[in-house]
């Protein structure tokens, strides 16, 4: 079936990097594409970055244009989110999503920005 | 003003029919938009419901019931999931999404009570 794990979240300071991951499994992956979106706690979903299934094409809000990068590696099946220069703001729970439609999420993993 | 704008909640009784509403911002026309909706339960990731374009391009989410089902009010601009036959399982947050100028966008949900 469908699996997506998110890893990489914890707790950093502002101004630093951190990498998250997204492991696929359960379908052909090159065939899909991926969402990033997260929940800041206690609010709402925000869209954060797609990358469709070539890789060639992504795409951000504008909170995060400039700071954030998508990237996947089909030999790992295997999505990142780079996020450099992090924010106070940015602390929140971050999923991976397939496909165009998000038909399946994971279960998320928590960024949390502070000093 | 925000790309996407739902009711904050909805209260329905058991049994009868929640009608959730997304409302595009004036100048994006919800003719040529795609919508998706998801369902979000507490402590849990959201769930895909449906994405509805027009009636010859639409999709019902993987194990998602027939009584969820999409529309659009074109006079409204809006964005329609309704949800028939309502059971208490289909409480939750009900978030709407689109893609608009290059980036999605998700509305800011919509709680519903049964």
């Known amino acids: 079936q469908v699996q997506l794990v998110e890893s990489g979240g914890g707790v950093v300071q502002p101004g630093r990097s951190l990498r998250l991951s997204c492991a696929a499994s359960g379908f052909t992956f090159s065939s899909f594409g991926f969402h990033w979106v997260r929940q800041a706690p206690g609010k709402g979903l925000e869209w954060v970055a797609v990358?469709?299934?070539?890789?060639?094409?992504?795409f951000y809000a504008d909170s995060v244009k400039g700071r954030f990068s998508v990237s996947r590696d089909n030999s790992q099946n295997t999505v990142f989110l780079q996020m450099n220069n992090l924010r106070v703001e940015d602390t929140a729970v971050y999923y991976c999503?397939?496909?165009?439609?998000?038909?399946?999420w994971g279960r998320g993993t928590l960024v949390t920005v502070s000093s | 003003q925000a790309v996407l704008t739902q009711p904050a909640s909805l209260s329905a009784s058991l049994g009868s029919s929640a009608r959730l509403t997304c409302t595009l911002r004036r100048g994006i026309n919800v003719g040529s938009s795609r919508i998706y909706w998801y369902q979000q339960k507490p402590g849990s990731p959201p769930q895909y419901v449906l994405r509805?374009?027009?009636?010859?391009?639409?999709?019902?989410g993987s194990g998602v019931p027939s009584r969820f089902s999409g529309s659009k009010a074109a006079s409204a601009n809006a964005g329609i999931l309704l949800v028939s036959g309502l059971q208490s399982e289909d409480e939750g947050d009900y978030y709407c999404?689109?893609?608009?100028?290059?980036?999605?966008?998700f509305g800011p949900g919509t709680r519903l009570t049964v």
């Open positions: 999404m689109i893609w608009h100028s290059g980036a999605y966008f």
């Open positions: 509805y374009m027009s009636e010859s391009d639409k999709q019902l």
């Open positions: 990358i469709w299934y070539d890789g060639n094409n992504k």
């Open positions: 999503a397939r496909d165009r439609d998000a038909d399946h």
